[in-house]
């Protein structure tokens, strides 16, 4: 029961992450690059928190390739459409800070926040069984 409430602990972060990308650009002063951040940090979340479920240790890290890699080894099978978030880590650090990168557009919000809907649905239902 103690991973449990954990887990709900990280999935309610995830949570708010979510609301915030769902919330979108609401303002000219919101980047796209910040609402991805949080698209990343939604799935991150989210992964950690059915790492936290499983009893499986991770690293601090905002690498979702890794967190995906731990929960195979933990015997949890990742669906395909999932897998396709690894995309996200790049929001966690190369756009987060200025610097030399392509802009990002509302195009690639709108993937990122698709991609952070399936792997917090597939969380959300993995948790709840």
Known sequence: ???????????LRARSNMARIKAGKVS???????????????????????????????????????????LERGNVEIPAEVEKSKILTAYAVETRYPGDYTPVSEDDFKKAVK??????????QSIKT
């Open 1 to 11: 029961m103690k991973n449990l409430e954990k887990a709900n602990e990280w999935f």
């Open 28 to 70: 000219t002063d919101i980047l796209y690059e910040d609402l991805c951040y949080d698209a990343q940090q939604a799935a991150e979340k989210a992964l950690k928190a059915l790492c936290i479920f499983h009893g499986i240790v991770f690293q601090r890290t905002h690498d979702i390739a890794y967190l995906l890699e731990l």
């Open 115 to 124: 991609a952070a809907e399936i792997v917090f649905k597939w969380v959300e």
